[in-house]
């Protein structure tokens, strides 16, 4: 069982590139979300999806766009990356949308430089 | 919005001690998750509870809604337990509306 899994795992990228980060669930889980983790601070949400075709902001949304084309993929993509986006990326997942577990990908480190 | 905070920050502690990590919030929830991060950086969800107590293997999560506080314990700790336990809560049943603790980083020493 796969679960949820994130692609790329790194990725280095200079200040003004774009990039899109790929979460695939074989869950089929209605909603995905994706978060930002930093050191010092707590798990901070950006997106979520609360099924295909849908997405919404989370707390810290500026920067970042997402797309749910299909139900087991959410993708998470910054247009013109800034230095303030170097961060570990989570991607997670649940069934519903509470109170159930989340389904937590391995994480993609970003670093912008 | 709610505050987490979570104790100790950093606990280092001798094979087969019994580990108590600490949660606290400021504001009523309806849910209450227990997550494991490992070294290598992945997250595992271990408990989701909003009242009482769940069991599984080594691991116990309490919770006491009137005084606003969680607790995981670990008995027989094992070094495969290092890891890094954050605590997140909800105000309501759904999961966009968590706030996340900074976590406790445990360290199990043979």
């Known amino acids: 069982n796969a679960g949820v899994t994130q692609t790329p795992k790194f990725r280095v990228l200079k200040t003004g590139q774009s990039m899109t980060l790929l979460c695939a669930q074989d869950?089929?889980?209605?909603?995905m979300y994706w978060y930002r983790q930093d050191p010092g601070m707590g798990l901070r949400l950006i997106h979520y999806?609360?099924?295909?075709?849908?997405?919404a902001k989370g707390e810290v949304p500026d920067g970042y766009n997402v797309s749910r084309l299909k139900k087991q993929n959410f993708l998470l993509g910054l247009e013109s990356a800034a230095p303030s986006q170097t961060s570990v990326y989570f991607c997670?997942?649940?069934?519903?949308?509470?109170?159930?577990?989340?389904?937590f990908g391995e994480g993609s480190r970003l670093t912008v430089l | 919005k709610n505050e987490v905070e979570q104790s100790p920050q950093n606990l280092t502690a001798q094979e087969g001690e019994f580990i108590t990590i600490n949660c606290s919030y400021s504001?009523?929830?309806?849910?209450l998750h227990w997550l494991q991060q490992h070294p290598g950086g992945g997250i595992v969800s271990l408990f989701m509870?909003?009242?009482g107590k769940k069991k599984h293997g080594r691991l116990i999560a309490t919770i006491n809604i009137q005084e606003k506080h969680s607790s995981l314990h670990i008995t027989a700790s094992h070094p495969r337990d290092s890891a890094v336990y954050i605590c997140?809560?909800?105000?309501?049943?759904?999961?966009?509306?968590?706030?996340f603790g900074t976590g406790t980083r445990l360290t199990i020493i043979p």
């Open positions: 509870l909003s009242s």
């Open positions: 997140a809560v909800g105000l309501n049943f759904g999961n966009e509306k968590l706030t």
């Open positions: 999806s609360v099924g295909e075709g849908t997405t």
């Open positions: 869950m089929n889980h209605e909603y």
């Open positions: 504001v009523g929830i309806s849910a």
């Open positions: 997670a997942s649940s069934y519903l949308r509470g109170p159930f577990s989340l389904f």
